[in-house]
Structure formats: structure tokens, C-alpha cells
């Protein structure tokens, strides 16, 4: 009935959705029609981008030009990016268990392959999770050689004590649900345009993730200001905005 609008994920493609259009019209993320936006990686890997150049800024004081990235991941969302990293001069370590993926990246961006379970040990300034959750917990943690973990992935946090003991150990987070929200951003102007009987409006995609990094910045400043850990301040910010949000619609 709408309360839920269904989108691409890990493994999922508009192909995919394009099926799941059939049972029901709360979908989103398609091609083929005028308020379609298309497969969201190449936003969310947008950024991502961003939100790695910028965490790279704040923690480092450099851009990219220079910096190993070691990337976890070169699906939809980590391919682009680890394409956006090469051509910001960044020098990349990868890895992905599907190894064809894994070749054609390396390819075209000189990336140097490692096993998966080799990621979390290499010498890299930034660790970037983009497969599954989970990817910072007790063990992996006292291995990353990274001042800066700054991914695509969901839930890279195991559990809040993990992000509490990324912020003891010094390495900059920059909480996954801001850095990643690219994506969600271009699929929520497809359904803005859906319902309104609208074309899919690019500008206002374009809007909103500057706003993202604006965001993301805010966090990341805030996190200094209070030394306090960034996904603690991340979350009150976000809760702080879904209330103001539900007062205003009362209100109305």
C-alpha cells in the first residue's frame, strides 16, 4: 500500500525490479519510463566519493592525489568507485570474491588484488567497506592500518562499542548511512516524480547530494567539537531531524 517502496541492493538490478513492477507499482529504481531513475549506484558511489575526500581532508589534511585506498568490494557501488579514486590519483588495493569483477577493475584502474581475508591488513590510509555489514568488529579492527574508514556498505559497524572503539583508537569514521545516501537520495526523486506524474528531475538529485556532503562535513566537525564518536553524533542529528520532520507534518 506504500508504506515501504522497494529499491536496488546488493545483488539486485532494475532487471530485477522490473519483475517485482509487476505485483506491485511501490518500486523504484527502474528504467524505461519518464520519472525513471535508473540503477542509484553511480550516485551513491558519488557520494561516497565525496564523503572519502572529504574524511581524507579532515583527518589527514591532503586530497587524494597519493593515498592508498584499501577497498572492499568492487560491486556496483565499489566499482565506480574505485574508478572515481583512480582518477583522483588515489592508489587502490582491492578486493571482492567474485574475481572476474576483480580483474576488470584492476585493469583499468592498476589496482593491486589481495584475498579477501588479506583487506583489513594491508598498509592503506583508508579502509573502504563496500560488501556486506559488519565489516568493523573485534577482530578485524586492531588489524586496519587506516586512519580513515569511509565506505559504501550498510551497517559497517558491528555493534556501537565497535564505533566507540574506532573513535578510541583515533581512525575517523564517517558514519555509512550518511556517506551512502546517495543512492536512496536518486531513487527518493523517482518516487517524487512518480507521484507527482512528473520527469525524473537530475537538479534536484543533484541538490540534495550536495547537501549530503554539507551533512556529512557538519557530522564530522561536530564529532571534533564534542569529542565524541561521529555515528553517536550521526544518529542524533538523524533523529533530531525525523522529529522535527513528524512536528512539522503534524502541524500542517
Known sequence: GGRYWTAEDVGVSPTDLAYARRSTRFVAGLDGHAAASGDPSPVTAEGVFRGVRLAVRKALG????GVT??????GHVGAYLADKLHA?????IITD???ETLNLVADRTGARIVAPAEIFDVEAEVFAPCALGGAINAQTLPRLKAKVIAGGANNQL????IGRAVFAAGLLYAPDYVINGGGIINVAGEIRALEAGEAFDPAWVAAKLDRLTETLEEVLDRAVADHRPTHEVADEMAQAR????KAERLAA
Open 69 to 74: 585506498v584499501a577497498l572492499q568490494g568492487v
Open 62 to 65: 591532503r586530497d587524494l592525489d
Open 242 to 245: 525525523i522529529a522535527a520532520a
Open 97 to 99: 570474491v567474485n574475481a
Open 88 to 92: 583522483a590519483g588515489a592508489k587502490l
Open 158 to 161: 558491528a555493534s556501537a562499542e
